[in-house]
């Protein structure tokens, strides 16, 4: 069965700051991935997609992801945080149906 | 850029009273979810419809919870009676065609049970 690990439910960066946000899948088959992101009551927004296409994907933002299968990890990483990347972000794989991690909520010191 | 839309946005309740939720996913998007995303946690998919008809409602708490999609359009879910536990945003999103297809999210509604 598919299923998603979020290390960290709270990280803490400084403005200008590497982000990296860790996601470990599980899945039967080669998966698809995805990174969103949710900010305060408001629904969830697509950062970027893992579809074997290409191992390193961008996404909008300035955030990239790294699939490596050898690891079975699909990190979300900014190179310089913003106070506006302040939120909630969700890892999901989907098999038949998109399956969630339990977030990681960032935030960003000025 | 064409977004789904959900209302109402908040929703505060008595339990036992009933409430529903209505969704507009995006033109042309043949496939509709339903998630239930309880506070500290991810979105976890309550029912989806391939136009129509339901494809997966095994999570979906059939004793009180019911949606339909009667012309393969707008959505509606509803809960009687509501319970304290159905405190939670519920979210509905489309994509063109069904998972691994991108799902795009509606602003969610906001359900609070007294």
């Known amino acids: 069965a598919q299923s998603v690990t979020q290390l960290g439910s709270h990280v803490s960066v400084s403005e200008g700051a590497l982000v990296l946000l860790r996601c470990n899948y599980s899945s039967s088959v080669p998966p698809y991935l995805f990174w969103y992101v949710q900010y305060p009551n408001q629904g969830l927004q697509l950062l970027l997609k893992y579809t074997s296409a290409a191992t390193l994907v961008k996404g909008i933002n300035g955030f990239e992801a790294e699939f490596k299968k050898s690891e079975t990890s699909f990190h979300l990483t900014k190179p310089s945080a913003h106070m506006s990347d302040a939120a909630e972000y969700f890892c999901a794989v989907s098999e038949n149906k998109l399956v969630f991690g339990a977030g990681t909520i960032l935030r960003v010191k000025s | 850029e064409a977004e789904v839309a959900q209302s109402p946005r908040y929703k505060i309740t008595e339990k036992s009273q009933a409430v529903a939720f209505w969704c507009d996913p995006i033109s042309g998007h043949a496939t509709l979810y339903w998630y239930r995303q309880i506070l500290g946690q991810g979105p976890e998919l309550l029912v989806q419809f391939q136009d129509e008809s339901v494809v997966d409602d095994s999570q979906l708490p059939k004793d009180r919870f019911s949606a339909e999609r009667l012309k393969g359009v707008d959505s509606t879910l509803k809960i009687q009676p509501a319970e304290l536990g159905d405190s939670a945003m519920y979210l509905c999103?489309?994509?063109?065609?069904?998972?691994?297809?991108?799902?795009?999210f509606g602003p969610g509604t906001r359900l609070t049970v007294l």
């Open positions: 999103a489309s994509s063109l065609a069904p998972s691994p297809d991108t799902q795009y």
